[in-house]
């Protein structure tokens, strides 16, 4: 069994190239990132005629996420328990179209679009860190329930948890960028002491092997690129894991997104 991360970056944009991507990558489960869609303009036809059921959580034009899955589609959630809301000053917080839940062959799968942080001194940096906490307190929970509970998180983090997940961390460092502050680096790490495990990084060492290069400054053809795209699995679903790999191939050429799929492959069924 395999299953992929992808933040497509504009799922109708890029249509074609998830399509064709599915035809060969021959994934049986898919969590998106940044659909960009409302569940009313949202290429259901794309995923069906390639034989996946999809669920998709999606309000405008911004964030969205879903689930492809031709291995059994169930279960679906929108949000976890108290995701926490948003709201600029002066207007109403809302819970923004950024986690989805399903089981799929037997896997609960959550295909998560982290908040960015924006910036240090940005309203969006606690929100990021209360609303990962929140999902940690979550995934805790769902283990003490069942211990053998197999449980994916999987999507774009927005987080560089290690120094060489980043081009030069010096930049970031000394330039007080997000992604790298001890207190987002922190609420990642809380993930991993909870059990979970960062199930690719064996499998894909770094550093250069990225998963995400900016369109601005030629950054690709520069492999000035980030690590920030995950899959952490519960210490069962870790414990099948047999491989994994970043399809950097797809960053490449006309309306590429901006981050690469990320694909684990799972003993079993």
């Not at 034989?51 to 279960?75: C, K, M, P, T, Y």
């Not at 980030?226 to 952490?232: E, K, N, P």
Request: charge should be negative; glycine fraction near 8%; charged fraction near 25%.
């Amino acid at each position: 069994m395999k299953i992929a991360t992808w933040n497509v970056n504009s799922l109708r944009a890029r249509a074609d190239r998830v399509e064709a991507w599915l035809g060969r990558s021959d994934v049986d489960v898919l969590a998106i990132q940044e659909t960009k869609c409302k569940d009313e303009n949202f290429p259901w036809d794309l995923f069906e005629n390639s034989g996946f059921e999809v669920a998709h959580f999606g309000f405008s034009q911004w964030n969205g996420v879903a689930i492809a899955s031709r291995v059994g589609l169930d279960d679906v959630e929108r949000t976890f328990t108290d995701q926490p809301t948003f709201g600029k000053p002066g207007q109403e917080a809302v819970q923004e179209a950024r986690a989805i839940g399903a089981t799929c062959g037997g896997v609960r799968v959550w295909s998560l679009y982290v908040p960015n942080g924006r910036a240090l001194d940005d309203p969006h940096m606690p929100y990021k860190i209360e609303w990962l906490d929140t999902l940690r307190g979550n995934a805790e929970r769902w283990v003490a329930e069942d211990p053998t509970a197999q449980l994916a998180l999987m999507g774009d983090w927005n987080i560089a948890p290690q120094d060489d997940d980043v081009w030069d961390i010096d930049l970031f460092v000394n330039g007080g960028y997000t992604h790298v502050s001890p207190q987002e680096r922190a609420a990642f790490q809380s993930f991993l002491d909870s059990g979970f495990a960062d199930v690719a990084r064996p499998y894909t060492p770094g550093p250069g092997l990225y998963t995400y290069w900016d369109y601005k400054q030629l950054r690709f053809p520069k492999k000035e690129g980030m690590r920030i795209d995950f899959v952490l699995g519960s210490p069962a679903l870790a414990e099948r894991v047999t491989g994994a790999s970043v399809d950097r191939e797809e960053r490449k050429g006309k309306g590429a997104s901006d981050h690469a799929p990320v694909i684990v492959e799972l003993s079993g069924s």
